[in-house]
């Protein structure tokens, strides 16, 4: 497997290496390849995915995984040309008539490592950003979902060369050979303690990286909001894909004195969305997955916590968990949903800044004072108001984490000019000033630079 690892990389290599800048038609033509891809085989790709999780919403599998991709293929292609477009960069005063740009340059080779819980849209979306930026792309899908995986390979070598999009299948171990290889850039997605090894793989050959970790994102309820548009918002982050999101909410903050009202209004929105609905259900990925789940909660019911449960394909609430529980250190990535009383708002922020940065921090406030307060006072990949997951879906907010949760993001131009190098040129005329800051130096010199 190595060899064939070896051998794909050094064809992107030597292609990127002969056509060193792309042009627009080009660029476009492959964008446009991957959306027709998507959108021809979309009940193929169904399929494959409901097969790998078991039991999978059709709804939120056209919704995250095909719509996801076509939309990013389709704001890719409609601002391209301009993104392309060398970008005028001011010149001191002294350097005058000379010019300068920023022209974004194509890094050669990027790796895509993809997960298992979005395993179309999230292996592709990435590769959308590095297309439209005129890379090559090997990407290696989720050996978890090994249909929707195969079907990767299948369907990628008939719309693209090797050269340009290829796929390679494999275990942990060809994971850990692939994030090895020297990309000129690489993309992760998974969990924290992965993203280390990958992190400390990619740095034997100085390959920049771009890490999507997830964590544990909180909700804080603020002191005005309304609860039962709140908790219908919270319902819907937690429920989508059971859980198995990497910015669903974590836990929930909230005034000890609207506990009361908060679980109530949780529980008629989890009622309305959620219960007894096997339609738009998902199930856990496999087995293992499920057995930790499962242990966290009952770590919870040994420790003594209420836990409100409402059917297998609903969120569960456990009410005021102790913080040494598992599912208060670790991100619980499923249905479980930890809600904590406290103070008020400040003492939300501070539970929040004593734990490391996460992928996603919501809060439900229209309060512009309190608003500015945690913009000011927290640090998160993203803040959302009002709102769960849907930041995800629009195109010019980067998406990425900080600290613990991740580093670099991409998205739209963002993602275009993560996978570029963003290179300085400089035109200088005829007839340069500059000339006269050469030596022999002058006093008049010293004196008109004035330090």
Known sequence: M???????FTTQRH?????RYPGLATRRDRLSRLARMTRHHRQAIIQAIQTDFGQRSEAEIRLAEISAVVDAVRHARRHLRRW?????????WRLLPAKARVMPQPLGVVGIIAPWNYPWSLALMPAVDALAAGNRVMLKPSEHTPQTSALLAQLIPQYFSAEELCVVEGDTELSRRFSALPFDHLVFTGSTAVGRQVAKAAA???TPVTLELGGKSPVVIGADADLGQAAAAITFGKGFNHGQTCIAPDYVLVESRRLTDFIKAMSHAIEHQRSDNSRDATAIINEGHQQRL???????????CRVIEFGDSAPALIIDPHQSLEMMREEIFGPWLPIIGVKDTQAAISFINARPQPLALYAFTHDKATQRELAHHTRSGALVFNETLLHHAIPQLPFGGVGESGMGAYHGRHGFERFSHLRGLMYQTKRPTTRLVRPPYRRWLLKLLGY
Not at 15 to 19: G, K, N, Q, Y
Not at 84 to 92: H, I, N, W
Not at 294 to 304: F, I, K, N, P, V
Request: aromatic share 0%; no cysteine; hydrophobic share 35%.
């Open 204 to 206: 034997e050959n100085l």
């Open 294 to 304: 499962t242990s966290m909660l009952e770590d919870a019911r040994d420790h003594g």
């Open 2 to 8: 190595t060899g064939i690892l070896d051998e794909r």
């Open 15 to 19: 292609a990127a290496d002969l056509e």
């Open 84 to 92: 392309m477009r060398p970008r005028r960069a001011g010149v001191p």
